[in-house]
C-alpha cells in the first residue's frame, strides 16, 4: 500500500528530517506514529525542497 501525505512541522524540537539512532528526528516520530497505529514497521521516504 502506497500513502501520500503534506507534512507541515516547526523543526526546533527535532535534529532535523532523516530518522538517525538515538536523535529525535521528524521521520522516527512519523513512523512510531505509524507503527503506534498499524502495529508494523513501515519505512517513509520523503521529497521536498526547503528554499
Do not use: C, H, L
Request: proline residues 2%.
Amino acid at each position: 500500500m502506497r500513502i501520500a501525505a503534506a507534512v507541515e512541522y516547526a523543526g526546533q524540537e527535532f535534529s532535523g528530517w532523516q530518522k538517525q539512532p538515538g536523535i529525535r528526528t521528524i521521520q522516527g516520530e512519523i513512523e512510531k506514529a505509524i507503527f503506534s497505529i498499524t502495529k508494523e514497521n513501515i519505512n517513509t521516504t520523503a521529497a521536498g525542497r526547503t528554499d
